[in-house]
Structure formats: C-alpha cells, structure tokens
C-alpha cells in the first residue's frame, strides 16, 4: 500500500507525529495505549513492510518481555498480593499490570519513532529548521545520515578488506586484531576525507553567507491545511480532556479507572482519530484512486 500520508506538507507529518508520540507517553489509560500502539503498527507496517515485522521480532518482543519480567521484581506496589518472592518482596497484582502497560507503551514510541524517521526525511528537517536555525538543521541532516553511511562504508572495507585475505572471522586473536585495526584505520582516513570534501561543498555552495536564500518544492495546498487543522482541533480537545481528567487510570495503590462519562467517551473518540489519521488517508486515497481508474 503506497503511504499518502506522507506525501503531505513536512509541517503537518511533523506536528501529527509530535502530537502522537507526546499523548502516547502522556496519557496512562490502557484502552488508549491499546489504540496507539495498534495503530503505531499498521502506519509503520504501511511504511517499512518487513522491515517492522523484523524490528517487532528481533527487539521489541524481547525488549517487552524484558520489561514485564523485571518490573514486578523491583516494583513491589500495590495493594493485592498475589505471592511472595523468594527474597521475600511481595508478588502485586498492580505491579505486574503496570510492567504489561509499560512494556506496551515503549514498543509503542518506537513504533512510532520508526514511521516518523521513515516521513521526517532528511530534506523535509531542512526544510522545517533551515530558516529558523541553519546550524541546526545542519547538525540533524548529517547525524540521521552519518550512521546509515558509515555502515554502508564499513561494509565495503571489511568486503575489500576480505577480497585480499584478510578476513575478520579467520585466523589467530591478533590476526584478526591487526585487521580490524587495519579497517578502523581506513575508515578514519575516508571520514577524515569526506569531512574536507564536505567542508569545500558548503563553502563553494555559499554556506553561512548572509542574505542566501533556499529553495524548496514543498508548498502548503488545500489538502495539508484541511488535514492541519483536522490534528490541531483534535490535539486541543485532547488537550482540555487531558485537564478535565476525562480518562484518568491509576495502577497503585490499586487498579481504579475512571467512570465512563460523555466526556470519557468522547476523549476516546477523539483520540482514536487522530491515531488512526494516517490509517483513514491511506484508505480514502486508496478509494479515490480505484474510482479514477474505473472511470477511466
């Protein structure tokens, strides 16, 4: 499924992400967390494919059991004992639901985290911080770039590297020593390189002098304004919920959720919209395109 969503103006991805990401680690009701980290993982399924389900697999799952297992061990809160430990801490109820909730809540930044480096390219940052702060946006473009680059030429080394008999995997501890030392060596000499070629770019290119301008293809259409103002109300009446306390959920000194008022249902309405934004844009887009190729 081809992403629409991200082909919107960089403002409006970047201000939808913060507003998800901030009410995700913000709000504490799991029926919301629930919500968030389903809908973190079809944007970033959307968006990276296999790659999610590698990632998910890999890190997240141990990563969340990690934290299920460790949180009742330390974490002795709570006000329904279910057993004892064999030190003698007390085995709560609330702490091994809180260690689910948090287990859940981390693999739901990181999901989120990973569509939004996925959108947020590197021109996109410059685009948003290059007016504002030059140097900023500066430092941003060349660290979300310099670790995929290194690894890239890291690789070529150890590749060229093994062409000529010198394998990291083979051979006696110093052997292999000598050749990773051989390896860092190179590549201190081709980021030392890249660093000099970088430096007379910017400086050809007119970098830092004043009155230069910049160009760029993003332009602010109907669509992203509509869309803008979709997540800016939607951020607000979350907002003033938040306030109101409409969907307040306490895991100690034990487990009590708030009533289900209007105000409760409503700020779970909301909140699953402006979740599930990217999910119903994908969708329409879908929709309108099928519509144009029958009417074709």
């Known amino acids: ?3 629409s969503f991200s082909r919107l103006h960089p403002v409006v991805c970047f201000f939808f992400y913060i507003s998800v990401i901030l009410f995700t680690m913000l709000e504490n009701n799991p029926f919301c967390l629930c919500i968030s980290l389903v809908c973190a993982f079809v944007n970033a399924i959307t968006l990276n494919g296999k790659k999610t389900l590698a990632l998910t697999v890999k890190y997240l799952f141990p990563m969340m059991l990690m934290v299920i297992i460790i949180n009742p061990l330390f974490n002795h809160s709570g006000a329904t004992i279910l057993n004892y430990l064999p030190w003698g801490n007390p085995l709560t109820l609330e702490s091994v639901l809180y260690g689910f909730f948090a287990a859940a809540l981390l693999c739901s930044v990181v999901l989120w985290f990973s569509s939004f480096h996925k959108v947020m390219t590197t021109d996109k940052l410059v685009y948003l911080f290059g007016r504002l702060s030059p140097a900023l946006s500066l430092l941003l ?3 979300f770039r310099l670790v995929p680059k290194l690894s890239s030429q890291t690789k070529e080394v150890r590749d060229s590297q093994r062409a000529l008999g010198r394998d ?3 051979g006696s501890i110093f052997t292999r020593l000598k050749t990773a030392i051989k390896i860092i060596s190179v590549m201190i000499t081709r980021v030392l390189e890249d660093s000099v070629e ?3 770019s910017m400086k050809s290119r ?5 009155g230069r301008t910049a160009f760029s293809l993003y332009s602010f259409r109907q669509r992203d304004f509509a869309v803008m103002s979709a997540i800016v109300i939607m951020s607000l009446v979350m907002i ?3 306030l109101c306390h409409a969907v307040d959920f306490r895991f100690f000194p034990s487990v009590k959720s708030g009533e289900l008022t209007a105000e409760a249902v409503l700020c779970c309405v909301v909140y699953s919209l402006l979740m599930l934004l990217p999910i119903m844009i994908n969708i329409w887009e879908g929709i309108k395109w099928k519509r144009l190729q029958s009417a074709i």
């Open 198 to 200: 970088t430096a007379d």
């Open 240 to 242: 003033a919920l938040k």
């Open 141 to 143: 473009s060349m660290s």
């Open 206 to 210: 007119g970098y830092g002098l004043k």
């Open 1 to 3: 499924m081809k992403d």
């Open 168 to 170: 990291l995997s083979k």
